[in-house]
């Protein structure tokens, strides 16, 4: 079975810092995608960053990064330079084969991000 | 290019009634997927279509119902509901192009049902 980690259940930053949002995840798939969007307090979930299991370069979106690590089964996603509009709702998430062509996500269950002024 | 929409935004319903929700796909996209968020539960899979048909359900029971019709637009259906059933219902759409783990899913603002 796919799993999704996130330990972190509420992280603060200052704003204009860096901040990173850990990310474990377990499959036995050779082939998978992982994501990590943003949930607002209205509740839209916005993609933020994708890695594939088979990209040797580290993602990056903007201020946005993916600090992938697949032997540690890690994918940690850095948000640099901190905005108080980045105080949201952060959701790592992977995607394998679910049968039938079918690809469904696996979601963690969130790390809540305040940032401070 | 227009995102997902969802409606209606909030729904109130009384238990054993049931509801219906919309959601309007980006368009050119073929596939749409079906969430259900709570406190307790997190981010739960409820079904995905492609093309009109069902090609994945989740752990649900069957009192939750979906189609998808030729535009691609799609609609759930929750019948007899449940206290439990108090969620923000999201929509996913994703183009499905290249029909693996790239394909992102994007998503709309979400139906909030209270069950009273």
């Known amino acids: 079975a796919q799993k999704i980690t996130q330990t972190q259940p509420g992280m603060f930053v200052q704003e204009k810092e860096a901040v990173t949002l850990d990310c474990t995840y377990d499959?036995?798939?050779?082939?998978?995608?992982l994501f990590w969007y943003k949930q607002p307090s209205s509740g839209e979930m916005i993609f933020l960053i994708y890695?594939?299991?088979?990209?040797?370069q580290n993602a990056t979106e903007g201020r946005y990064s993916l600090n992938f690590q697949k032997a540690r089964k890690s994918a940690n996603l850095v948000i640099s330079a901190s905005q108080l509009g980045d105080s949201a709702m952060y959701f790592c998430?992977?995607?394998?084969?679910?049968?039938?062509?079918?690809?469904?996500?696996?979601f963690g269950r969130g790390t809540s991000l305040i940032v401070h002024p | 290019k227009a995102g997902v929409t969802q409606t209606p935004r909030y729904l109130i319903k009384t238990r054993g009634q049931q509801v219906t929700l919309s959601c309007s796909p980006i368009?050119?996209?073929?596939?749409v997927s079906w969430y259900q968020q709570t406190p307790g539960q997190g981010l739960q899979f409820l079904f995905e279509?492609?093309?009109?048909?069902?090609?994945n359900k989740g752990n649900f029971p069957g009192r939750f119902s979906g189609r998808q019709f030729s535009n691609s637009r799609s609609e759930m259906n929750v019948s007899t509901l449940e206290l439990g059933d108090s969620a923000l219902y999201l929509c996913?759409?994703?183009?499905?192009?290249?029909?693996?783990?790239?394909?992102?899913?994007?998503f709309g603002p979400g139906t909030r049902l209270t069950v009273l």
């Open positions: 499959t036995s798939d050779q082939s998978y995608g």
């Open positions: 890695q594939g299991s088979y990209d040797e």
């Open positions: 279509y492609f093309s009109e048909t069902q090609r």
């Open positions: 368009s050119g996209h073929r596939s």
């Open positions: 996913a759409s994703s183009p499905r192009t290249s029909g693996g783990h790239t394909d992102t899913q994007y």
């Open positions: 998430a992977m995607s394998t084969e679910s049968g039938g062509g079918s690809y469904i996500p696996t």
